[in-house]
């Protein structure tokens, strides 16, 4: 069995990708489900930088090969032109990809933290689900406990980013301060609350809006910002300069027609569109409309690659205690698959012993209780020492759970060499000549 990650990125494949391929959080429960057929366990990320499915299989390709068969038919993609914008990571580098994400390395924004919050989400989506098993659990809580050392130890954590503050400073930079300006948020969710947290500090005045009006007052009520009805968000582009839309709407929000229309009413003012859903809730024919700046989540790599680079020093650090947490993680693992190996072991090795002592004993019935205790000492003295070694290097070698398999089958501990892949995939051929026992 092995973990197996399938996903891609905004490191990979663009918005227009990407979004086909976003699960909304109430349709993972019925993802999962699919998956449940063909996996152990599973678990799905999807973030507005990224989709991500993990798995724990019986074979890394073959498990690579459905989790990207499942994601083509999710986002009604081919599985070739789906292959090239993804990654496959299996087993240990499928540990350490995550525990990289969950501590903000893999990111967009060099540790940025709503990822934390993000894979806690996805966790407990499949957990409620039912597709999260002891090991993939394991992984998700030792990714957790990873993300917060590199946050608490390394300077990454010592101030709060997201994709969000990363965009609300690049608008800024392109309209100049915000304090006083007047600024829509579209949506009412999570990033919209961090939106507005990062707008009201720079001093914006926000009114907000969204589908779920009673969300809306709660949100404007929390945070300062005026709440706006949903059905007047055409006329509500008329006054802002700046437009924050971030709603969880499966398709287009504010379409071209809609943005010329305001824009027409607004003096030949202009208006910048800050779009950071995924899928994205402007239409991209909006970038060519006179008096409008589009900035998606694709145009902001360039600002979040700024950001990176003023953090970079903490970048070795951090990999450190990934390398660490990663290493925790791959002893755990071995033990998990080594230990049964080694009990059914000494317990076969333990049974011949016994059967043998008492067979020796039964044909020398003139020894006395003590050569019956030196002979029962010399007989564990034997096995001990012949399992002290294959023993020690099953618990300590890397390589120790796959030794374990070969143990298992080499000793008659699984039925078959079906039970066992590696013997599986390496049959040893009977010597040439050898006579059939039943010959």
Same mark, same amino acid.
């Given at each position: 069995m092995q973990i197996v990650a399938v996903g891609l990125s905004h490191a990979t494949a663009p918005v227009a990708r990407r979004e086909r391929l976003t699960f909304v959080e109430h349709d993972l429960p019925a993802a999962l489900s699919r998956l449940a057929a063909s996996v152990e366990e599973s678990f799905l990320l999807s973030t507005c930088n990224r989709t991500e499915v993990y798995a724990f299989a019986g074979h890394a390709d073959s498990g690579g090969r459905h989790l990207l068969r499942f994601l083509a038919e999710a986002g009604g993609l081919a599985e070739p032109e789906l292959a090239e914008l993804t990654y496959v990571r299996a087993h240990d580098a499928a540990v350490r990809h995550l525990f990289r994400v969950a501590a903000g390395l893999d990111s967009m924004v060099l540790g940025e933290d709503q990822i934390v919050a993000q894979l806690k989400r996805a966790l407990d989506v499949a957990r409620g689900a039912g597709t999260l098993g002891p090991v993939l659990g394991r992984l998700g809580s030792a990714a957790l406990a990873a993300g917060k050392r590199v946050?608490? $130890?390394? /300077? *990454?954590?010592?101030?709060?980013?997201?994709?969000?503050?990363? /965009?609300?400073? &690049?608008?800024?930079?392109e309209l100049g301060p915000l304090a006083g300006r007047p600024v829509l948020v579209v949506g009412a969710g999570r990033t919209a609350t961090v939106a507005i947290r990062q707008l009201a500090g720079a001093g914006a005045r926000v009114t907000v809006t969204g589908r779920d009006a009673e969300r809306t007052a709660l949100l404007a009520g929390s945070s300062g910002a005026v709440a706006a009805p949903w059905a007047a968000l055409p006329s509500l582009l008329h006054t802002p300069d700046l437009v924050l839309s971030c709603t969880a709407a499966p398709g287009i929000v504010l379409h071209a027609e809609m943005l010329s229309a305001a824009l027409a009413r607004r003096g030949g003012r202009g208006l910048m569109c800050l779009d950071l859903a995924v899928p994205r809730d402007v239409d991209p024919a909006a970038?060519?409309?006179?008096? @409008?700046? *589009?900035? +998606?989540? +694709?145009?902001? !790599?360039?600002?979040?690659? &700024? #950001?990176? $680079?003023?953090?970079? =020093?903490e970048i070795p650090d951090a990999e450190a205690i990934v390398d660490e947490r990663v290493e925790r993680f791959m002893e755990w693992w071995r033990s998990r698959q080594v230990?049964?190996? !080694? %009990? &059914? *072991?000494?317990? @076969?090795?333990?049974?011949?012993?016994? +059967?043998? !002592?008492?067979? /020796?004993?039964a044909r020398m019935p003139e020894l006395g209780e003590r050569e019956r205790l030196i002979v029962r000492g010399?007989?564990?003295?034997?096995?001990?020492k012949l399992l002290h070694h294959p023993v020690t290097i099953l618990r300590t070698d890397p390589e120790g759970a #796959?030794?374990?398999? !070969?143990?298992?089958?080499?000793? =008659? @501990? %699984?039925?078959?060499?079906? /039970?066992?892949?590696?013997a599986a995939a390496h049959p040893v051929p009977a010597p040439a000549g050898l006579i059939p026992e039943s010959s």
């Open positions: 946050r608490s $130890a390394t /300077a *990454l954590g010592r101030s709060r980013v997201s994709v969000v503050s990363v /965009a609300v400073r &690049a608008a800024a930079e970038a060519a409309l006179p008096n @409008l700046t *589009l900035r +998606d989540m +694709d145009a902001l !790599i360039t600002v979040a690659a &700024a #950001n990176r $680079a003023l953090r970079a =020093g230990v049964p190996a !080694i %009990v &059914a *072991l000494r317990s @076969l090795a333990e049974s011949i012993r016994d +059967d043998e !002592i008492a067979r /020796a004993l010399l007989a564990s003295r034997v096995v001990n #796959n030794m374990a398999q !070969i143990v298992q089958y080499l000793f =008659g @501990l %699984v039925p078959d060499a079906a /039970a066992c892949p590696i």
